[in-house]
């Protein structure tokens, strides 16, 4: 099970699409910016999920290019759509941050770098962050799932900014302590 499977069987579920189609759902709706899937992934996804069953295709004339293949749900992808809502729904909540990596290893460089990456995820932070309001802008007509999600990213890029600026203070003053 995984979320990859969740977010295309979500978007065959609304209407019929072709791979490239739902390539361009999951880039619309910034699942690559708040979920681990990746772009890339979603094509070869797509035929795995076909060759399991939860999906099917026909070929659909093209309008002005060659034929192409577009992909629904079927009735085990629906079965299977439902128990990844359900593992999702009810299973614990882990968020994963990558740069926790980054944090937990600070210990391992000198204070100049640790500082250096502090400064940097700071930055990425604060251009996701602008990243994140430039969405919630451009993209105010779509349906309040969509502006759930970024209202959400909003407030945890700003507890995470808080955070690492707190984080930073102490890190310094252990820092400081540990020099004398």
């Given at each position: 099970?995984s979320s990859?499977?969740l977010?295309?069987?979500?978007i065959?579920?609304?209407?019929e699409?072709?791979a490239?189609d739902?390539?361009?759902?999951?880039?619309?709706?910034?699942?690559?910016?708040?979920?681990?899937?990746?772009?890339s992934?979603?094509y070869?996804?797509?035929?795995?999920?076909?060759?399991?069953?939860?999906?099917?295709?026909?070929?659909?004339?093209?309008?002005?290019?060659?034929?192409?293949e577009?992909?629904?749900i079927?009735?085990?992808?629906r079965?299977?759509?439902t128990?990844?809502?359900?593992?999702?729904?009810?299973?614990?909540?882990a968020?994963?941050?990558?740069f926790?990596?980054?944090?937990s290893n600070?210990?391992?460089?000198?204070?100049?770098?640790?500082?250096?990456?502090?400064?940097?995820?700071?930055?990425?932070?604060?251009?996701?962050?602008?990243k994140?309001?430039e969405?919630?802008?451009?993209?105010?007509?779509?349906?309040?799932?969509?502006?759930?999600?970024?209202?959400?990213?909003?407030?945890?890029?700003?507890?995470?900014?808080?955070?690492?600026?707190e984080?930073?203070?102490?890190y310094?003053?252990?820092?400081?302590?540990?020099?004398?």
């Amino acid at each position: 099970m995984s979320s990859i499977d969740l977010a295309i069987l979500g978007i065959v579920s609304e209407k019929e699409q072709s791979a490239y189609d739902i390539q361009k759902d999951v880039e619309y709706h910034n699942f690559t910016k708040w979920t681990k899937i990746s772009v890339s992934s979603v094509y070869k996804k797509v035929l795995k999920l076909k060759e399991q069953g939860y999906l099917s295709s026909k070929t659909q004339k093209g309008e002005k290019f060659a034929d192409k293949e577009v992909y629904s749900i079927t009735e085990k992808g629906r079965e299977y759509f439902t128990s990844l809502m359900d593992k999702y729904a009810t299973e614990g909540v882990a968020i994963p941050i990558d740069f926790n990596l980054v944090i937990s290893n600070l210990n391992k460089v000198s204070f100049s770098q640790a500082s250096m990456y502090i400064e940097k995820l700071r930055e990425n932070l604060i251009t996701a962050q602008t990243k994140n309001d430039e969405c919630i802008k451009r993209y105010k007509e779509i349906p309040l799932v969509g502006k759930t999600i970024m209202a959400q990213q909003k407030k945890l890029l700003k507890s995470l900014i808080e955070w690492l600026d707190e984080f930073e203070k102490e890190y310094g003053n252990d820092h400081a302590k540990s020099s004398f």
